[in-house]
C-alpha cells in the first residue's frame, strides 16, 4: 500500500495532480484546496496517500496533512458518502472548519459541498458529531471505529491481504466475513481474498 509520495509535481488538472517519482508519475485526486497548495510545475512535493484498491482499478488520494487525510476516511463512514463527495468537502471546508460544522450541528455550512444535499448534510453532522465531538486538532483514530475483526488464521490472513491493498479495516471486516460465510472455512485464502474484492467492487 502507498502511504506517502515524494517527488517532484508534474502536472495538475481540476481534480488531481500527477507527482513525478524518480520518473514514475502517479496521478493522485486531490481536493481543490490540496491541489492549489501545490505550487507549479517542478515543485518538490509530499502529500499523504489513501490507496483504494478496486477490482478493475486503483486509485490514489492525496493530502497535505494527515488530519486532511483523517477526515477523509473519517466522511466515508458515513452512509452515501464515497470518496467523490469526502474530497467535495474537503474542497470548500478546512479540517478545522469540518470539525467546527459538526460540533456545532452546521448542515448549511457542510451542504455548501458539491453533491451534498440537506438529508445528506444533516446526516454527516448528526452521525459524525460523537466520533468528532473529542477532537480539537489531532489526527482521527479512525481505526477504533472498525468493527471487531473476525477470528480465524483464513479471516486474519485474507484481512492483512486486503489491508496491504489499501482496504480500511471497516471495510476488509465486511467483505472478509461475506466472503468466508459463501466460500467456507475451508477455502484457501486466494479465494476469499477473490470473493471479497469482487464484494467491494459492488
Wanted: charged share 20%.
Amino acid at each position: 500500500m502507498i502511504a506517502k509520495l515524494k517527488g517532484l509535481l508534474d502536472t495538475v488538472n481540476a481534480d488531481a495532480a500527477v507527482i513525478d517519482v524518480n520518473g514514475v508519475g502517479y496521478l493522485v485526486s486531490a481536493s481543490t484546496k490540496t491541489l492549489a497548495s501545490l505550487g507549479g510545475a517542478g515543485t518538490p512535493v509530499t502529500l499523504h496517500i489513501e490507496t483504494h484498491v478496486r477490482e478493475d482499478a486503483i486509485q490514489l488520494f492525496g493530502f497535505v496533512t494527515e488530519r486532511e487525510r483523517d477526515w477523509f476516511r473519517l466522511l466515508q463512514t458515513v452512509q452515501g458518502v464515497g470518496a467523490k463527495v469526502a474530497l467535495a468537502i474537503l474542497s470548500v471546508l478546512t479540517p478545522d472548519e469540518i470539525h467546527a460544522a459538526i460540533a456545532n450541528r452546521d448542515k448549511t455550512m457542510v451542504g455548501r459541498a458539491s453533491g451534498v444535499g440537506p438529508k445528506l448534510a444533516e446526516r454527516i453532522v448528526n452521525e459524525l458529531k460523537d466520533k468528532a465531538g473529542g477532537i480539537a486538532g489531532g489526527a482521527i483514530p479512525v481505526g477504533g471505529f472498525a468493527p471487531a475483526v473476525p477470528k480465524g488464521g483464513l479471516a486474519a490472513d485474507a484481512l492483512s491481504a486486503l489491508a496491504n491493498l489499501g482496504y480500511k479495516p471497516a471495510e476488509a471486516n465486511r467483505v472478509v466475513t461475506a466472503a468466508i460465510e459463501e466460500a467456507g472455512e475451508g477455502a484457501d485464502v486466494g479465494t476469499v481474498v477473490r470473493l471479497a474484492l469482487k464484494k467491494a467492487a459492488r
